[in-house]
């Protein structure tokens, strides 16, 4: 695909609203990829940003979770600041109204870098639903991935014991991709997959710039779709971009009275 350096950009909160609402009217496929971005309206910081909390904090790697005690307990502390901050925050506009589309098959799928559950919470089914880098609500068995409830475990971190699975006995983990562990092969087949065969690809508040997910835009492109991003900040691709759009993405959204 030529590469359009001259992507035309909106600033404008009714004109954004109006080719978005343009881009769901018409017949064809639509893939969705979401990052933090549409999140930060609901409260949750994003916490790969400067001032973010792994621009102040080391990562704990998956091999550290798997080997070293000290640093399972750690990683499950840094899980309960999250999920306090997940459980307090709620679905915002832009969530809503991409579970609507999806129920009424406006949109086809949703690829998200979250890991808050919001889009679980806005309505959007999950076979709708691609969460490539897991999901910080819940917990699951390392060994038999049974799942497990994260605020259950407070107790037992508290007591110095790292959580286990209660039919097992295995590790129990954040239901989430550590840093240096493995991305869901099976997960991003399926996202690789939307990208080709989708019409239109609609990037909404992610930065592009953590891979893999951010090659999917490019695929799309690739493959002759029309993309659109809505970033408040440029991205890498927005060369390839139709339109990049700088609005707020739950002022854009409420605009969409009809999908919520």
Known sequence: MTRQSDARQIKDVDQASAVLAEVFAREGRVVVLTGAGISTESGIPDYRSPGGIWANTIPIQYQAF???KAARLEDWRRRFHF??????????AAHLALARLAERGQVNLVITQN???????????????V???????????LD?????????????????????????????????????????????ARAVAAARRCD???????????HPAAAL???????????????REPTPLDDLAE????????ETFRQFSWAC
């Open 83 to 92: 999920g306090a901050e997940f459980s307090s925050a709620s679905p915002n």
């Open 131 to 141: 969460e490539l880098h897991g999901n910080g609500t819940y917990a699951h068995c």
């Open 217 to 231: 835009p490019e695929i799309a492109a690739d493959a002759g779709a029309q993309l659109i991003i809505v970033n």
């Open 66 to 68: 798997v080997s070293d």
């Open 144 to 188: 038999c991935r049974a799942k497990a409830r994260i605020e259950d475990q407070e107790a037992v971190v508290a007591a110095g014991r790292s959580p286990r699975c209660q039919a097992c006995n295995g590790l129990l983990k954040a239901a989430v991709i550590s840093f240096g562990e493995a991305m869901p092969q099976e997960k991003m």
């Open 115 to 129: 890991i808050d559950g919001l889009h679980q919470r806005a309505g959007l089914a999950a076979d709708r639903l």
């Open 243 to 250: 339109w990049c759009i700088r609005t707020s993405l739950g």
């Open 200 to 210: 239109v690809f609609l990037v909404l508040g992610s930065s592009l710039v953590v």
